[in-house]
């Protein structure tokens, strides 16, 4: 459940009156505060209710001052509320499922964990070092542990967000980011592989050139596993493991081979880490349009749709393209 916090002046009673009931609140009370210029709500909603509200409070007070709308989670009420899993109407052209978090409370957590920080870069630093010594050594131990320190899921969660919201400032901060984590781990692995010697004969190792149908479905399950449980409001730390799966031992491999003079194998494992990001954005991106998730103005609404069928569209290419290489050059297409 959620509590919204709505501080507004005194004159708009009746529009934020009209608000919240149209959002279907469990409970919502008010009262005026002691100057007498300002009330305040507090609304106690499903989950997956209240966008309704979240977004009719900001058409009305986006230019105005003294107004503040705090939303927070509710671990627990009493007397207890039961909860359905029917999806309700809540004024929009879609019927949001009640599972789904909010658009802020999305972009919110998905951008906080899409800029580039020094604890970003220093975890896919450490996370290709890890990575590099279980394909080297040939331990599935050691690389899942790679996996689950690797910060792989955030940029790329905000690039889809940002392409389902039509934001291409949200994009192009996490392309960057996500740009720079995987180059940064690249180098790790390369600088380390030109000092150390490769074990060209690691089964983890060789099975990062693989580039089959059932690798493009784990990375297709990955990202959309990652939405589902980003607009589900549940945990995404297992999903993330998930993406992790599909990027990072790859790219370390495309590395490692790249250091020890394989272009041939250097080259399939870059080709299979291209083909994984494409699967992980494109599977991601779907579930959001699946699951409504978009802006809220008419005209960004329109930008966003544009945005999701351009970007759409050609991610699908680029996977049915980069498919076609990979298994051409695996094939003998390629010395």
Not at 77 to 82: A, S
């Amino acid at each position: 459940m959620k509590s919204i916090y709505l501080a507004y002046p005194t004159s708009y009673r009746k529009r934020v009156e009209h608000a919240v009931e149209t959002a279907d609140p469990i409970d919502w009370s008010r009262e005026v505060e002691p100057d007498g210029q300002r009330e305040v709500v507090r609304v106690l909603l499903a989950d997956g209710h209240g966008q309704s509200l979240m977004d009719a409070v900001q058409m009305m007070f986006a230019s105005k001052d003294q107004w503040r709308l705090i939303l927070t989670d509710v671990e627990a009420t009493l007397p207890r509320v039961e909860e359905t899993d029917t999806d309700t109407d809540e004024g929009d052209d879609k019927k949001p499922s009640p599972k789904q978090a909010m658009r802020e409370t999305l972009v919110q957590e998905v951008m906080r964990n899409s800029r580039l920080s020094v604890d970003f870069m220093v975890l896919t630093l450490l996370s290709a070092i890890v990575a590099a010594i279980g394909l080297n050594e040939d331990n599935v131990a050691v690389v899942i542990g790679a996996m689950v320190i690797a910060p792989l899921l955030g940029p790329i969660l905000g690039f889809s967000l940002g392409s389902a919201l039509g934001s291409g400032t949200m994009m192009v901060e996490a392309a960057k980011t996500a740009a720079i984590g995987l180059a940064i781990g690249f180098g790790t692995v390369f600088l380390l592989a030109l000092l150390l010697p490769v074990n060209l004969d690691s089964q983890e190792l060789i099975a990062r050139t693989d580039i089959s149908p059932e690798v493009v479905a784990l990375a297709l399950a990955s990202g959309a596993a990652a939405a589902l449980s980003l607009t589900g409001g549940v945990s995404s730390a297992l999903v993330g493991v998930m993406v992790a799966v599909a990027l990072l031992p790859p790219s370390a491999a495309s590395a490692m081979y790249l250091g020890a003079g394989d272009t041939t194998n250097a080259l399939m494992a870059a080709i299979l880490v291209l083909l994984n990001i494409i699967c992980v954005i494109l599977s991601t991106q779907i579930v959001f349009v699946w699951k409504g998730v978009r802006p809220r103005r008419w005209l960004q609404k329109q930008n966003a749709k544009r945005s999701r069928r351009i970007n759409l569209i050609v991610w699908a290419v680029l996977l049915i393209s980069l498919m076609t290489v990979g298994l051409w050059i695996s094939g003998g297409g390629a010395l």
